[in-house]
């Protein structure tokens, strides 16, 4: 497998939303183990197609190493909970930043695997988070849209800063 290029805030394709997959093939399946090197390689626990530029709706995550890593093609949000929690949250994207995100606890999401089949699965806790997470990005939401405008120009102006430092 390969460590792609990770694109950089603010580029447009973080912005743009992903197309829905419809084959199935060895090249997704490579596509998905690029993903996960990339991921670990950031390091991250959760990455997209378009965190590469690939604008397609995949994501790759890996809340425990115990678990191993997870991939979910053409995912949705079906439901979510009422309870909602607050997470650190960054990008693979953004590397350096983080804030605090309100998300629902819970959430029913439904997928595709590398075979195509379709499933629906129930998540809570970590792998809830990063769902919604990841979900965003693939319909073209940063996770900076998820901050109030004051937060978010904050967060703005600091990685900026840093950039240009670099």
């Known amino acids: 497998m390969t460590i792609r290029p990770i694109i950089r805030y603010p580029d447009i394709r973080l ?13 997704l399946a490579a596509l998905a183990g690029d993903l996960l ?10 990455i997209t197609g378009p965190h590469i530029g690939i604008l397609k709706a995949i994501t790759v995550i890996e809340t425990d190493a ?3 890593p997870r991939i979910f093609v ?3 949000i079906l439901s979510a909970g009422t309870d909602m929690i607050r ?3 960054g990008s693979v994207s953004m590397p350096g930043f983080t804030d605090a995100v309100e998300r629902p606890a819970t959430v ?3 997928y595709q695997t590398l075979d ?3 499933r629906e699965e129930n998540a809570d806790g970590l792998l809830s988070i990063c769902l919604q997470h990841e979900i965003d990005q693939i319909n073209g939401l940063f996770w900076l849209q998820r901050l109030s405008r004051l937060k978010r120009e904050r967060l703005v ?10």
Do not use: C, S
């Open 15 to 27: 912005k743009t939303p992903a197309a829905p997959v419809t084959t199935f093939d060895r090249d």
């Open 157 to 166: 102006k600091r990685y900026e800063k840093a950039v240009k430092m670099a």
């Open 108 to 110: 029913t999401v439904r």
């Open 87 to 89: 997470h650190m949250e």
């Open 37 to 46: 090197d990339t991921m670990r390689a950031a390091p991250g626990i959760g």
């Open 66 to 68: 115990t678990t191993g």
């Open 74 to 76: 053409n995912p949705q």
């Open 116 to 118: 195509g089949d379709w």
